[in-house]
């Protein structure tokens, strides 16, 4: 009993001293003195980093690139807020929101100390307004639909067709967009109509301009040469037919006879 007890005794004492080896030796000492220091340099980032957001919160927001959205508009899409820690906004998060709209194509975030938000954006070029099931909806070059409108834009073209073709309504858009970017009627009401591409007609006012497929371009400038010498010399025209590469067909309005 005596010789258990003594055994006992010297291994509580050999590890009594094992564990103050461990404490005492200068590894372990170097060991703990690291955790120690991590702890104290994680600490102090976490304190730096709340005071630096803190001071650094968000007093100016720079919109650049809009035209048809407001600043206002844009700051509400990017769900950013004055006050708020520049350092916790994420640069992608408010590019992602800000993507969902249709009206924007591109936009790229930067972020300047002390607390200034600049968002550059590029906008969808808006090119005519689509008749659809009596709505009005501005598209553009794309033939995204960009918004929902309640009244006509003067200054745009207006697309009707007489049925769900995306092939022709790309070949509308191809007018749409030079009549507006050469800005052809002086915001004139102009309304393009057509059931098949062979058919593209052009209602300027109330004159008919029987366009027909492709060359546009050649096709408008012939039809404002000869709307001068219409005016000028007084005629009533029913349509104008430019479908014909050689002619151009001017169709006056006939005489009633009563």
């Known amino acids: 009993m005596r010789r258990k007890h003594r055994r006992k005794k010297n291994r509580f004492k050999k590890a009594s001293m094992n564990i103050w080896d461990i404490l005492l030796h200068p590894l372990f000492k170097i060991i703990v003195s690291g955790v120690l220091a991590v702890g104290i340099v994680t600490a102090g980032s976490i304190m730096l980093y709340r005071t630096l957001q803190k001071t650094f919160t968000i007093n100016k927001i ?98 009707t067709l007489k049925r769900n073709d995306k092939t022709l309504l790309r070949e509308v858009i191809r007018l749409a967009r030079i009549i507006k970017n050469d800005n052809l009627f002086n915001d004139r009401k102009v309304e393009i109509r057509a059931g098949k591409q062979e058919d593209i007609t052009l209602v300027v006012d109330d004159l008919i301009i029987k366009v027909g497929k492709g060359d546009y371009k050649k096709k408008l400038v012939r039809l404002l040469e000869i709307e001068k010498q219409i005016v000028r ?26």
Do not use: C
């Open 62 to 159: 720079v919109v650049s690139g809009n035209r048809h959205l407001t600043g206002g508009d844009i700051i509400a899409l990017a769900r950013i807020r004055r006050g708020e820690s520049l350092l916790s906004l994420r640069s992608a998060q408010v590019e992602k929101s800000l993507m969902k709209s249709p009206w924007i194509k591109d936009v790229s975030i930067r972020k300047e100390l002390p607390g200034t938000v600049i968002i550059r954006l590029r906008e969808a070029e808006p090119v005519a307004i689509l008749k659809k099931r009596k709505a009005l909806y501005i598209i553009s070059r794309e033939g995204i639909v960009l918004d929902r409108i309640k009244e006509k834009e003067s200054f745009l073209p207006v697309i």
């Open 233 to 258: 010399r007084g005629i009533p025209v029913e349509y104008i037919d430019l479908r014909f590469s050689r002619r151009v067909i001017v169709h006056p309005v006939k005489e009633r006879i009563n």
